[in-house]
């Protein structure tokens, strides 16, 4: 009987989804774009359909694609948890590691603790993707990701990492030209830079004064000439001296210790957004996963924030 699916194509061809197209693939597998484009003949061949529409700019997966992925992906992580199972007497995890991360925060903290998470543990591969939006919940592209504020799905494990306040801020400049704010109320007479990010409701602020019962929460409609899904070039605008910004302390703490930034209406209080590592409840068994987890809450954990 004539094999539908090899071992090898498995592997294959979850690389080949998430590279995106025939070129990007080929680089990631150290192939020629001839030879990836034989062997994806050859899998279509075995399958009897078409698992790939390929054009002259992208490549996107049929619905028999869609569902070869999803059980390529199942299988190859049962594999890989097999074996860290079988071999858990060495105690020392191995093997490839998905990682997800924001932009701005995946540059500045989760890539630098990766290159000392694989120096420890030199014996697992990371592959680190950041972007500006969280992939979906039910995407198994990624085995970690490294995102802000708990998810509302118990389908998923989401850890706690490290504690993440926003902050309003602005540079001295904007601040002696424009005056300072008393009130959240006043903030609807500034100029408000904004960062359309995630899930979240653009151009509203939340902000929270007093204590026990005098406490209050206010939503404000901010305006602003300055608009961006970036939050690196949003702070960027803001030492520009363009506005007041809502932002991490985590990626302003540097320049408010400057004296770059300074801090807006210190006594109100915005939403948090702690810092989470989320990932699919059938991987609390990986060795590589669970010893990833640990270490970059202790990597979060030595930042003085």
Sequence with gaps: MKDTVLPSDLSFFSILAVSGSLSAAARELGLTAAAVSKHLTQMESRAGVPLVNRTTRRMMLTPEGELYLEHARRILDEISEL????????????GLLRVNATLGFGRSHVAPAISRFVATYPQVSVQLQLSV???PLTDDSFDVCIRFGEPPDTRVVARRLAPNRRLLCAAPSYIARRGMPATPHDLGKHNCIGIRQGDEAYGVWRLTTGNAAARKTETVKIRGSLTTNDGEIAVKWALDGHGILMRAEWDIKQYLQEGKLVQVLPNCETPNADIFAVYSQRHQMSNRIRAFVDFIAGELGRVEI
């Design 133 to 135: 939006m969280p992939p």
């Design 83 to 94: 074996s860290e199972l079988l071999g858990s007497a060495k105690k020392r995890p191995e």
